[in-house]
């Protein structure tokens, strides 16, 4: 790797066992070193950025006191683990992070053993890590359990779910949040360090134990006696720390701490990692620590493409046509103005406000947006509350992300027949982030809900269309609408008017057969029919604008006029748009047509650009093109 930088030891650090060679006094310069290398790597490449920058310490810390991989460490909020990658024997793969054919972007356990437990979504790491340390003793295997929680995964509601969970199970492991939201940075003092250094002493926890066990031998006076020496226990630790809750979750706790500090990191885990029972440590990171430009703008530098080392300014390539907004722009723009058509309409997004366009409406409207944090249940419950006073909710909430919230989605909003509207933002394939992100999964378990009406616009119009037929036209229950990451095709932005419920178009007419191209599928179905023209094939080409309800007659005029009828989609082939066609077709019996249906085969898709991950799947214009020869040829 070329770089200015003169590296001590990272260059020779090619697995934690040789970082546990090095004294004490070098890991300041190992976290210095991993941070530079970081920085370089990434300003060049693009990737995740600030949360990685901030937990250089910790997972320096971490794999110096602790025996990985046979003691489990296990990440939450998976772009934290970059500085793990590097540690872990994949620093010189770092450069490939995100691409095709490259590392992942996250915690995976196919690519490496240090990688516990797979981690790609938030709030996962402590159910993960009791089931680890459950069956360490189910199995009567001896090694540590650490779960790293923290850049806003501790707002999930699973976190405190498996933490009431390790207190009834009363585990030996170990919970650290990575609090990096500066909120108590107040708290991070001497008293306070040397406070946690006292109770995790193994003097003090002896002493602790000796006064416990000598009480339980006193009758009544006893039983006092404990209770008084847990009141001062408990009343010192009220003062001088915030973790009277975790305490009451069964954990022992400790914090908060500077978690940049590697060398009283390794002080304070090397105190507590033999202690007994659940223990809970809370340190103070600073998101971007290190790098200038990421500490004084954490949210525009939390994931960044090419950007200029010096600057951390986006690399702006002068010879290219400035890109289109993208879909979720034009659907933060949409919201502005249908709020201000209607007071009774409000936005709520998961911790996603810049992601999915939100933004704009908290700038024009700001007491109209709800920011839940990363509780994707809690934000659908909470609309069909609004919505069971009239008000109109839009959940603007990733495609993979909802996933998390289907139960609620049908036992509180469905069943309830309360008008809910879901924007599906990153719907498909979404490139580097990999299978953990990819929205493929949305068409079959929303085309399962009863009464939900489900739509996929081919444009940005359409996108604008379908937003406000949702909110003012189709008002009897839940309405879906998925749109895919990426720029729209800079279509002539009209004002939004309605679509009528459940149906499609006609596109492109043709003869020879017919292609149903789903959302912005439609694209690629026009560009191939524009190659096939040229050589005398003469392509259909159907936008069915509807997944639910679909367009039983406009499908009926399908079967009627072609033998040969495409589906194609960027979802899953199982239970998707393709497999709704041919439902209706078996109940029509209209036999006459063949259906092929084109979409995500049965397995998950690596990361890459949407583009590349297309062309494999052959879901691009060349490979619809293939495909219709293929038919027409037999």
């Not at 997972?59 to 772009?79: E, R």
């Not at 540590?144 to 390790?166: F, H, P, Q, R, W």
Request: with cysteine; aromatic share 8%; net charge neutral.
């Amino acid at each position: 790797m070329k770089s200015d930088y003169s590296y001590k030891y990272l260059l020779d650090i090619d697995s934690p066992n040789d970082l546990r060679k090095l004294p004490k006094d070098a890991l300041p310069i190992v976290a210095e070193e991993v941070r530079e290398y970081l920085i370089d790597t990434i300003t060049k490449v693009g990737g995740h950025f600030g949360a990685g920058l901030g937990v250089v310490e910790l997972t320096v810390a971490l794999h110096y006191v602790f025996n990985t991989p046979t003691d489990k460490i296990v990440f939450d909020t998976g772009h934290q683990g970059y500085p793990h990658k590097i540690l872990t024997g994949r620093r010189d793969l770092l450069s490939t992070i995100r691409q095709y054919g490259g590392i992942s972007g996250f915690l995976k356990r196919s690519e490496s053993p240090y990688d516990a437990f797979g981690a790609g979504h938030a709030s996962t790491s402590i159910s993960a890590g009791l089931g680890l340390a459950t069956a360490r003793d189910l199995l009567n295997k001896d090694y540590k359990v650490v779960s790293v929680i923290g850049d806003g995964a501790m707002t999930g509601g699973l976190a405190y779910e498996a933490m009431n969970n390790i207190g009834v199970q009363k585990r030996d492991m170990i919970v650290i949040l990575n609090d990096n939201n500066i909120s108590i940075e107040p708290n991070v003092s001497a008293f306070s360090n040397y406070f946690n250094e006292f109770f995790a002493s193994s003097t003090v926890n002896n002493i602790r134990k000796g006064i416990w066990e000598m009480a339980g031998k006193m009758d009544s006076f006893g039983d006092r006696l404990r209770k008084f020496a847990s009141r001062v226990e408990d009343g010192v630790k009220a003062i001088v720390t915030p973790g009277a809750l975790f305490e009451a979750l069964g954990f022992q706790y400790f914090g908060p701490i500077n978690g940049n500090n590697v060398q009283k990191l390794v002080k304070i885990l090397s105190l507590i990692k033999d202690l007994k029972g659940p223990i809970f440590l809370h340190i103070i990171t600073q998101k971007g620590k290190g790098y200038e430009p990421a500490e004084k703008d954490a949210l525009n530098l939390h994931a960044i493409g090419k950007v200029d080392k010096l600057t951390g300014k986006a690399v702006v390539k002068t010879d290219v046509k400035p890109a289109n907004p993208t879909f979720s722009a034009y659907f933060g723009e949409a919201m502005v103005e249908i709020c201000s058509m209607s007071n009774k309409v409000v936005g709520i997004t998961a911790a996603m406000a810049e992601g999915t366009g939100l933004i704009k409406l908290e700038k024009h409207y700001p007491e109209r947006l709800f920011d839940v944090g990363i509780a994707e249940g809690h934000a659908v419950t909470f609309a069909a509350g609004l919505a069971c006073e009239g008000i109109i909710p839009v959940c603007a909430i990733y495609s993979s992300f909802l996933q998390r919230a289907f139960d609620h989605l049908v036992h509180d909003c469905a069943i309830q027949g309360l008008h809910v509207v879901f924007a599906l933002d990153r719907a498909g394939l979404v490139g580097a982030d990999g299978a953990t992100h990819h929205g493929v999964l949305d068409i079959a378990y929303l085309r399962s809900v009863q009464q939900i009406v489900f739509m996929a616009p081919k444009d940005e119009q359409e996108l604008r269309d379908m937003l406000y037929s949702a909110i003012f036209s189709y008002t009897k229950g839940p309405v879906a609408i998925r749109f895919p990451r990426g720029n729209g095709y800079g279509v002539q932005i009209k004002p939004m008017s309605a679509i009528p419920l459940g149906k499609g178009e006609i596109v492109k007419r043709g003869k020879d057969i017919a292609v149903i191209a789903l959302g912005t599928m439609v694209y690629q179905a026009q560009l191939a029919a524009e190659v096939l023209a040229g050589e005398d094939i003469w392509v259909e080409v159907v936008n069915p604008r509807f997944i639910k309800p679909i367009d039983e007659e406009l499908l009926s005029d399908l079967f009627n006029r072609f033998d040969n009828i495409i589906t194609i989609e960027d979802g899953q082939q199982h239970g998707g748009f393709g497999s709704a066609v041919l439902e209706y077709q078996a109940s029509v019996c209209a036999n006459h047509s063949k259906v092929t249906i084109m979409g995500i085969p049965d397995k998950f898709i690596h990361h890459g650009t949407q583009e590349q991950l297309l062309r494999e799947l052959n879901l691009d214009s060349i490979g619809l093109v293939n495909k219709v020869k293929e038919i027409l040829n037999k």
